[in-house]
């Protein structure tokens, strides 16, 4: 990790790759985030993709430039909910969170940052789990089970990735806060890797 595969004249980053199912121009969003990855970290402010799996090499050149972006953060809603220990959790991840954005950018699909954070929560050892499994019930009776794209933090906090758009909609709050309320818990963030803004908004049930 972190080891690129060719440095050119100390000026350019080489990622070789034989993947067999891509035959396009784009390459796949968790090679070009890798790439971009290895300029930041480097310093660098050129690289290319190579991938060797076809007759005819498929080659992108990407470009790094710092990125540059707005942070937007609404905390009021949870403050009543949680303690000076809950406090430091989260501000682990919100730091986390400030991170991927800044060594990744903006613009990647939901799952790529979904799958950033998870790597970047276990590096932190920050206890979690992915894909929360929420219980219907009606009458007090159970009447379904639903996987969602949430996580779970420290068994306390929902945290619901979101990405390429302008604003938070009013939807994800609402289902933010029925899933709160299914699983027992309070409070839950909605994280949002706009295109310009990175957003981090919380909401709370009583």
Do not use: C
């Not at 190579?50 to 090499?57: G, L």
Request: glycine share 4%; charged share 25%.
């Amino acid at each position: 990790m972190f080891e690129p595969d060719i440095v050119v004249w100390d000026k350019i980053v080489l990622e070789l790759k034989v993947l067999l199912d891509f035959k396009g121009r784009q390459f796949p969003e968790i090679n070009q985030a890798q790439l971009l990855q290895y300029l930041n970290i480097f310093q660098m402010n050129l690289g290319m993709l190579i991938n060797f799996a076809h007759p005819k090499v498929g080659i992108q050149r990407m470009i790094f430039e710092p990125v540059q972006f707005k942070v937007e953060e609404k905390y009021e809603r949870m403050m009543p909910f949680i303690s000076e220990l809950d406090k430091q959790t989260l501000r682990v991840v919100q730091r986390a969170i400030r991170k991927l954005a800044t060594e990744y950018g903006l613009g990647f699909s939901e799952k790529i940052y979904r799958n950033l954070l998870e790597a970047e929560l276990s590096f932190l050892n920050v206890p979690y789990s992915r894909d929360v499994e929420v219980e219907a019930i009606w009458n007090s009776e159970i009447v379904g089970r639903q996987y969602t794209r949430y996580f779970l933090i420290a068994g306390k906090f929902l945290l619901h990735i979101r990405s390429s758009l302008e604003r938070i909609p009013v939807h994800d709050f609402i289902k933010t806060r029925t899933y709160l309320r299914a699983l027992g818990l309070q409070v839950g963030w909605i994280v949002n890797f706009g295109y310009e803004t990175l957003q981090i908004v919380a909401t709370a049930v009583k």
